[in-house]
């Protein structure tokens, strides 16, 4: 029923900046936590963070606590992940996720995949 479309990725150098947007589309509010992943060839998908679309609770991994920031848009049902200055080690594929449950536990539907590269 909720779709939830990513955009945003590409190419950058560290130094620079970077915004991916996990666009919520659909009438069914239950997935109310949203959830950014990393999946990285042959180390599994990691969480990144998490934000409740009601509410004001979030989670960060402890790789980008500090780093990592998330901003919802309730006019454009969006929840944006802020990269202000990634890191060689931020490469990745992003998947934008939204579930029924705080910390992810319920039922989830998946974004597609955002592919994320820093390189020199």
């Known amino acids: 029923q909720l779709q939830r479309v990513g955009s945003g990725g590409g190419w950058v150098q560290p130094g620079g900046s970077l915004r991916l947007s996990c666009i919520a589309s659909?009438?069914?509010?239950?997935?109310?936590?949203i959830m950014w992943f990393r999946q990285v060839p042959g180390k599994g998908c990691d969480f990144v963070t998490g934000?409740?679309?009601?509410?004001?609770?979030?989670d960060y991994a402890g790789c980008v606590n500090g780093r990592f920031t998330n901003a919802k848009d309730k006019v454009d049902n969006t929840v944006n992940l802020n990269i202000p200055n990634p890191k060689l080690e931020d490469t990745g594929n992003y998947y934008c996720?939204?579930?029924?449950?705080?910390?992810?536990?319920?039922?989830?539907?998946w974004g597609q995949g955002i592919l994320v590269t820093v390189t020199d």
């Open positions: 934000i409740k679309w009601k509410g004001g609770s979030q």
């Open positions: 659909g009438r069914t509010p239950d997935y109310d936590y």
């Open positions: 996720a939204g579930d029924t449950q705080v910390g992810g536990s319920g039922q989830r539907v």
